[in-house]
């Protein structure tokens, strides 16, 4: 089955720098790459995604990168701010059938310092 | 607005208790999901749905079943409680959807519910 590697397990960093969250996945069938932030006591919620066919997606601060040879892919927030503290999941999918299997990584706690 | 919903937010039960954790979803989802989420381990699925009485095992089925009677609600079921599985538990919903060219273009986004507390002494 598919295996998801999520580092860092843990990120501390200054208000304004940025962060970066990298992942890996072994199997090469897998198309779709979801990020999840969970804040405290809340709820995971989708923040952004990449297909197989695009290398990079960027929503503002928020950009995520494909490496499909490498089988890696990797979360980007600039100008980091209190608020993107927060647990972050990757998660590699593949579809099985008719649906999409979804494997997640670990996480990553990402505190930002002010 | 997906609105996916947990019978309980914290739930304490004893060892060898039958435990049902429900969910419930209101957009109309065809996939449904159960995970656990332990510290350090991240989410690990545990079952899940892509139709109405259909159930497929995940990764860590183990001392769980689940039940999915309507297309809203998926059920998990604790048979005999243990220790072992106190954890936050998530229940998640998804709809593929398939272009007109027959290409996979999905959401696949999962909407998480709230979780549920579950504590075995």
């Known amino acids: 089955g598919e295996n998801v590697e999520q580092h860092p397990s843990t990120l501390s960093v200054q208000e304004g720098d940025s962060a970066v969250i990298k992942c890996t996945y072994s199997?090469?069938?897998?198309?779709?790459f979801p990020w999840y932030k969970q804040e405290l006591g809340k709820r995971p919620q989708l923040i952004i995604d990449?297909?197989?066919?695009?290398g990079e997606k960027k929503d503002q601060r928020i950009a995520v990168t494909l490496n499909k040879t490498a089988k890696h892919f990797s979360l980007h927030i600039t100008e980091t701010q209190p608020e993107d503290s927060a647990v972050y999941f990757c998660?590699?999918?593949?579809?099985?059938?008719?649906?999409?299997?979804?494997?997640f990584g670990t996480g990553t706690k990402l505190q930002v310092i002010p | 607005d997906v609105k996916v919903t947990q019978s309980s937010r914290y739930l304490v039960k004893r060892t060898g208790e039958k435990v049902f954790l429900e969910c419930v979803q209101d957009?109309?989802?065809?996939?449904m999901f159960w995970y656990r989420q332990d510290p350090g381990l991240g989410l690990r699925l545990i079952y899940f749905s892509y139709d109405v009485k259909m159930k497929e095992k995940g990764d860590i089925p183990e001392g769980y079943s689940v039940s999915r009677e309507k297309k809203e609600r998926f059920s998990l079921i604790l048979e005999s409680a243990s220790t072992n599985q106190t954890s936050m538990y998530l229940c998640a919903s998804s709809s593929p959807l398939f272009g007109t060219s027959g290409l996979h273009s999905s959401t696949d986004t999962q909407y998480f519910g709230p979780g549920t507390r579950l504590t075995v002494l």
């Open positions: 990449i297909r197989s066919n695009v």
């Open positions: 957009m109309d989802h065809e996939n």
């Open positions: 998660a590699a999918s593949r579809r099985s059938g008719g649906y999409q299997k979804v494997t």
């Open positions: 199997d090469s069938a897998s198309n779709y």
